[in-house]
């Protein structure tokens, strides 16, 4: 499922338009950014915690050239499931 698909159904499942919807999902996505950028967690229940997680610089081997390159330290999103989602899986 897609982002269009999700905004159709959430569109179905209520009294919104998919504009309405559209925007609401836009919305969330621009929060959740500003908030892992300031170092917060976006945390919903019944779904699972977005945090930013920082990666060390390392050192790595270009495949092709056999040449190491150094990879800088980096910031990336992780998800932890919440365990109500986790349980309805299983």
Do not use: H
């Amino acid at each position: 499922m897609n982002k269009n698909d999700l905004v159709k159904v959430i569109a179905d499942k209520t009294e919104l338009t998919q504009k309405e919807v559209a925007m609401v999902m836009e919305e969330f996505i621009t929060i959740t950014t500003k908030a892992l950028k300031a170092g917060e967690e976006v945390a919903i229940a019944g779904l699972g915690k977005f945090a930013a997680k920082t990666r060390k610089p390392r050192t790595s081997i270009n495949p092709r050239t056999k040449e190491k390159i150094s990879v800088p330290a980096s910031k990336a999103a992780t998800f932890k499931s919440a365990k109500a989602l986790k349980d309805a899986l299983n």
